[in-house]
């Protein structure tokens, strides 16, 4: 493994990340996700953070035919949709390099691991980011951002956190990622379902006791499924993460809302529907039907909106 970061995916969270490294000093390449036409070149891009300081790093962006190989850390910041597709094409290049997914969902590195991918490492992010213009993203971390073995090894783990972890994007080792990566998801399927079908900002939950109580009873049915699956997590804790994400980002549309607005796919595949797959393979999917209705609504509107 070299000492180059490779980031596929350069949406907000790619650029975001692209900038912090390389105010770090680290050798980054950021790779266009979906399109692979043979471009290459360096692109000024500016970071606006929380308290309005402006970051600006030049950083070398690419596609994956400039590539015989990706040598080094391989950073998925792209929408998990792709993830698939993306597999099957990478395959060839990426040797033994270990891989790290940064996305939200349950399932997203299924894909890899079908594929054979030897290091595959899940990142659960604390942080919002978008895409103000071409060359300029807006960032705001919640708090450090865990990384944990799928299938790897916790000394290969503590040299990519050191490798990925820089000041104004903080990453931290994370031995037990499954409850962390449920306890996120969970409230994503919240987010992402009912924020689009209400086409309001993420801070309603804590604004809305009827939004609130519909959140509740999602999270409900979630947690019956996390625990057939081993993963212990309390409602209480994860309705108080949820609060406490409302208003850190009151005023912010969530990913899945952006999308749709944008006539873009959007990633509920990864959010209820994982939760509503696992709950048909147990013979229980009478146990999620509002984390089910609020998902087909949801995709639903995307596919009339496109």
């Known amino acids: 493994m070299t000492d180059t970061i490779y980031i596929i995916g350069s949406g907000a969270i790619g650029k975001a990340l692209a900038v912090s490294l390389v105010l770090a000093g680290r050798k980054v390449v950021l790779l ?20 309005q300081e ?11 035919s400039n590539f015989a190989a ?14 698939e597709r993306l597999a099957a094409s990478l395959a060839k290049k990426t040797g033994r390099s270990p891989l790290v997914i940064l996305q939200n969902g349950l399932g997203v590195e299924e894909a890899f691991i079908d594929h054979h991918y030897p290091e595959v490492y899940r990142c659960v992010l604390f942080a919002t980011s978008l895409v103000v213009s071409t060359n300029q993203v807006r960032f705001k971390p919640v708090a450090v951002s865990p990384i944990g073995p799928i299938q790897g090894n916790a000394v ?19 031995a037990n990622i ?9 409230a994503n399927c919240v987010f992402n379902s009912i924020c689009p079908l209400l086409d309001t900002d ?13 959140a509740n009873e999602v999270i409900a049915e979630c947690l019956l499924i996390a625990r057939e699956q081993g993963i212990l997590l309390k409602a209480g804790e994860i309705t108080e993460s949820l609060l406490s994400i409302s208003r850190f980002s009151d005023g912010q549309l969530i990913s899945t809302l952006q999308d749709i607005r944008q006539k873009r796919e959007t990633e509920i ?13 147990l013979n229980k999917e009478e146990l999620v039907q509002k984390t089910r209705l609020l998902g087909e609504l949801t995709r639903l509107k995307a596919a009339l909106n496109r």
């Open 178 to 186: 499954q409850p962390v990566i449920w306890k996120k998801a969970i």
């Open 269 to 281: 595949d990864t959010l209820n529907f994982a939760i509503v797959r696992m709950a048909r393979t």
């Open 32 to 51: 266009r996700g979906s399109v692979d036409d043979g471009s290459s070149q360096t692109e000024e891009i500016e970071m606006v953070l929380a308290d």
């Open 54 to 64: 402006k970051l600006v790093a030049r950083v070398s962006v690419s596609t994956f």
């Open 156 to 174: 290969r783990l503590g040299t990519i956190v050191g490798q990925l972890d820089s000041p104004h994007f903080r990453f931290r080792a994370e």
């Open 202 to 214: 993420n801070g309603i939950f804590h604004r809305d006791a009827s939004a609130l109580e519909m």
């Open 70 to 83: 990706l040598d080094g850390i391989i950073v998925f910041a792209n929408k998990s949709y792709g993830n």
